[in-house]
């Protein structure tokens, strides 16, 4: 993963992708992805390796730091150097823009979410998806983000939007059926949890993530 891990730190540097959606971030959303992984059946290397990848360099490729299409041929650029087919660099483009929470919900209409239609790397697109929500109730990552986008606003206003942003948004992963694998709703619970303590103690806690051993 070190070249994968490489090419994000640098990606992060070019366009200013700040910490809350940094190489911490990337590091944090493939090991929950490979969680995921490890409980579902039948998963091949190649959808583990899709996954994995998708999960980690999915800010790199993000509107909200990036022009979008440079950024995907970039992605591309480096995917070919770790030899990956042109079949398969297109999947993870595709997954990575269109993972998005924000564009997703704008697409809910009567209740029902309206995801893309990935085809054989649906499931992957999903755990994916999972992983980087399950790493939205890290609380020190809102905090840091709106000190990247509001620095003139005062700590206490900060936290007063992360609090309101979790309780109108994170906490409603699971009961508005964002988060619907198993063992990721068992995990939302315990993120949770320690969310609202964060929240209430305004703590900044964010362990450093267990990076799965390296199969690829």
Known sequence: MDSLFNFIGRQCEKYGIDESHGLKHAKGTLMRANEILLTLSEVTEEERRMTLYA?????????????????AKEIGYFLRSEFWSPEHIDALINIVTSMSYSKLKK??????????????????????RHADLLEGYVVARCVMYNIHLYPEKSMDEHWQRATELFSERV??????????????????????????????????????????????
């Open 55 to 71: 999960a980690a360099i999915h800010d790199t490729c993000d509107s909200k730091y990036t022009p979008v299409n440079e950024a």
């Open 107 to 128: 697409s809910v209409s009567s209740g029902q979410i309206e995801y893309p239609n990935h085809g054989k790397w649906q499931r992957a697109y999903h755990v994916a």
């Open 171 to 216: 906490f409603t992963y699971c009961s508005e059926g964002w988060i619907f694998f198993p063992y990721a709703i068992e995990l939302a619970r315990s993120l949770e949890e320690e969310a609202r303590r964060c929240l209430q103690e305004k703590s900044m806690d964010w362990p450093e993530p267990l990076i799965p051993e390296n199969k690829n």
